[in-house]
């Protein structure tokens, strides 16, 4: 079983950054492949940004050149570091954990204002 917690949501203007973390607990945790999704008021729930256990990573288009991803195994922490943040970034951000199943945190709110 894996357990995920979001923070570092918040409002925030146009152009900013943002970062957001997301604390894992559980086996083997090295190994998972950890993502960040979203999702908007009225819109699927979308990919934003992947790290595989080896460090690869995968961005949505959407995002590339703006958002990074990274994670820490020792500190079983996965992080998206969010800059020249726009409205349309606005979502619910949810970090996932996944092997044989993925494991999904409740969310956090992210807010960019014009």
């Known amino acids: 079983q894996v357990h995920l917690v979001e923070s570092g949501g918040g409002l925030v203007q146009a152009g900013g950054p943002l970062r957001l973390s997301c604390a894992a607990s559980?086996?083997?945790?090295?190994?998972?492949?950890m993502g960040w999704y979203r999702q908007a008021p009225g819109k699927q729930r979308e990919l934003v940004a992947e790290?595989?256990?080896?460090?690869?990573?995968n961005y949505a288009d959407s995002v590339k050149g703006r958002f990074t991803i990274s994670r820490d195994n020792a500190k079983n922490t996965v992080s998206l570091q969010m800059n020249s943040l726009r409205p349309e970034d606005t979502a619910v951000y949810y970090c996932?954990?996944?092997?044989?199943?993925?494991?999904w945190g409740q969310g956090t709110q992210v807010t960019v204002s014009s």
């Open positions: 790290i595989t256990s080896g460090g690869s990573t």
């Open positions: 996932t954990a996944a092997a044989l199943k993925i494991y």
């Open positions: 559980g086996s083997f945790l090295s190994t998972y492949h």
